[in-house]
């Protein structure tokens, strides 16, 4: 019930040019915030194949590069997907797939809505999917902090 309600937001604030939430308390913008590495909550992908997201220069495009998993557990070879920004609030980025070949029932092709939970998260919405519909969540990859060079003596050293 809550993602319906913050979905129905979102989509209604982004038309309305409104902000919300944590990016908006903080006065960062999406594009700060998307930047970077992410993976879908409860995979492998941030240790294996994170989704690495960047934009142009002028912000009128994301880059989405992955490598999508087949059927059979493998991943396909690492893929750029170019995303021309509609739209933004604080919280969501209206985008258009270049190339989508997926169309709603009149038709037209599907655009996407990225939205924001907060630094942490995020998720996927669709033009033809219900307002209380979504992907599962995509959380941020955090640092490697698990690793530790290995300590060696040097030579000469009283421990060598």
């Not at 990016?23 to 913008?29: K, V, W």
């Not at 209380?132 to 421990?159: E, M, Y």
Request: charged share 20%; proline share 8%; aromatic share 12%.
């Amino acid at each position: 019930m809550a993602r319906t309600v913050f979905t129905l937001l979102a989509l209604l604030l982004i038309l309305a040019g409104c902000s919300y939430g944590e990016a908006a308390a903080s006065g960062r913008d999406p594009y700060s915030i998307l930047a970077g590495q992410w993976g879908w909550q409860g995979t492998d992908d941030c240790a294996a194949f994170p989704k690495k997201i960047h934009f142009s220069p002028n912000h009128d495009y994301m880059y989405l590069s992955l490598a999508p998993r087949k059927n059979d557990g493998t991943r396909k070879p690492r893929h750029e997907y170019r995303y021309k920004v509609l739209g933004e609030g604080q919280n969501v980025l209206h985008l258009s797939l270049d190339g989508e070949w997926r169309h709603d029932t009149s038709g037209a092709p599907v655009t996407w809505y990225l939205v924001i939970v907060n630094h942490d998260e995020i998720f996927w919405n669709r033009s033809d999917w219900p307002h209380d519909r979504g992907t599962k969540p995509i959380v941020r990859c955090k640092p490697n902090t698990s690793f530790k060079p290995i300590a060696k003596p040097l030579r000469g050293s009283p421990a060598a």
